[in-house]
């Protein structure tokens, strides 16, 4: 059995802490068993490596997101990355085709496809185990795996079996699906033993592979890349869990909850302030999230969420905190905050002037031996100045140490890295007609080719 974890998208239902680059299952919010703070798919990665299916998944992801993955899982997940965003039915094909064409996954293997930040507990994963069973014994399409619902939730969508399902039953086989319903249409749907759909399904790798070669696309996936745009931009619902034959559901007994939302996710952090702050004793179920080196002080304001980050700050009432998505959806503000593979960098201050010169200023940190990939750029200028730390640079392919209070100068079509022995701080000031994270054309990432190809 494979599984193979979609994160996907960007959103805005937790800004300013999410944005196009990071989604809301790496903001480190959540305590681990040792108390520190962990994000969602960092906790849903752990759970599935106890539950013993770590080196059978993969994530699929967007280009946005790779570097974050890397910087959260370390460097040697497996990560199917999509060409452009275009739902989850083009993501799942591509993962398709890389399990058929690149690890040689047998066309009877069982696929488990689930979204990467569900708030469950690890028997959650050890269920999923079953769906293979499921699967073998049904000879069903689909084998879906829904939550037995505690109360008539109107936000959620259901499961609904074909009538007369018992709810004891071992699975089920479905009757249709309903999206968000009123909550006395829910409480009907659960007297029929209805589950929550918790987005957890499984297929037979032949499955999918049948679906692409019956359009004409192809299933190696260097290909696939290649066609990318010719797959229909739909969910995975709409595009093939509707149009299955034959589909069947395990029902899973247990906690589960969807934190996209501030006052959800509040629900689950355990503590009220994280960052700099002070919360007065007569504030109640209020919380602090801030990410910025000033204080934010909080005075007898109770069911208030306050959450601070380089990209703004969001003061609202809890009940009123998933506005945030539609009042945020037309702004077009760069992400101010990124985490990479090498550490993470912060944009302090951005101005452009009436001639179009851009300035730009980043606060940028590289953990100890990691390194930026040797690259250039076309439109800018840098301006590198070392704080903290030291380590070894490469400029124009020559090599040499760097250290706290050095300042160096890399001009457009420099071809530059930087590799760090000890944790770095340096603040980086760019110049230039556009300045966009695209401008950059990278030429190695390992140090050691790095070094080679200096050594030419």
């Known amino acids: 059995m494979k599984i193979v974890l979609l994160s996907g998208g960007s959103g ?7 944005n196009d680059s990071r989604s809301k299952q790496f903001l480190k919010v959540l305590r681990n068993s040792e108390g520190e703070l962990e994000s969602m798919v960092q906790r849903v990665w752990g759970q599935i490596a106890s539950a013993g299916l770590g080196d059978h998944a993969f994530i699929a992801t967007s280009k946005p997101q790779v570097e974050m993955i890397y910087n959260q899982l370390g460097s040697e997940i497996e990560v199917i990355v999509e060409p452009e965003r275009r739902d989850t039915y083009p993501a799942i094909a ?29 028997s959650f994963f050890h269920k999923t185990k079953e769906l293979d069973r499921v699967l073998n014994e049904s000879g069903a399409d689909l084998a879906l795996m829904g939550v037995k619902p505690t109360y008539p939730s109107e936000k959620y969508g259901y499961i609904v079996p074909q009538n007369g399902t018992t709810h004891d039953a071992p699975y089920m086989n479905v ?24 987005g957890v ?51 899973y007994e247990g906690d589960w909850k969807d934190l996209g939302t501030w006052n959800t996710l509040t629900e689950e952090i355990a503590t009220p302030l994280i960052g700099k702050g002070i919360i007065t004793d007569n504030s109640i179920n209020t919380h602090i999230i801030n990410e910025l080196d000033i204080p934010i002080t909080l005075l007898n304001l109770s ?33 101010m905050y990124e985490e990479r593979r090498w550490g993470r960098y912060r944009v302090l201050d951005y101005l452009k002037y009436p001639d179009g010169k851009e300035v730009l200023t980043k606060r940028i940190c590289i953990g100890p031996g990691n390194n930026l990939s040797y690259q250039y750029h076309l439109l800018r200028d840098e301006v590198w100045t070392v704080v903290s730390g030291n ?20 001009s457009k079509q420099s071809k530059h890295s930087l590799r760090a022995e000890t944790e770095m701080d340096i603040i980086e000031v760019q110049t230039g007609s556009e300045l966009v994270e695209e401008d950059i054309v990278r030429l190695a990432f390992d140090w050691n080719e790095i070094i080679e190809i200096c050594a030419v």
């Open 12 to 18: 805005k239902r937790l800004w300013p802490l999410s």
């Open 303 to 335: 069911n208030v969420v306050v959450a601070a980050s380089p990209d703004g700050i969001l003061v609202s009432d809890k009940a009123s905190s998933p506005m945030i998505k539609e009042v945020m959806k037309h702004s077009d503000q760069r992400p």
């Open 391 to 410: 380590g070894e640079m490469v400029l124009n392919d020559k090599r040499f140490p760097v250290k706290a209070g050095d300042v160096l100068v890399i």
């Open 94 to 122: 591509l993962a398709a085709t890389y399990l058929y064409s690149v690890k040689g996954v047998s066309l009877n293997e069982t696929v488990v496809v689930m979204p990467v930040d569900p708030y469950v507990e690890e």
């Open 201 to 251: 399904f499984a297929f037979k790798l032949d499955f999918i592979i049948n679906i692409l070669l019956s359009h004409g696309l192809p299933i190696q996936y260097d290909e696939m890349v290649k066609q990318y745009d010719k797959l229909t931009k739909n969910s995975f619902d709409y595009e093939v869990v509707e149009k299955a034959n034959l589909i069947v559901a395990l029902p």
């Open 175 to 198: 009757q249709s699906f309903r999206e968000k319903p009123r909550e006395e249409e829910a409480a009907v749907m659960i007297e029929q033993a209805a589950l929550w759909n918790c």
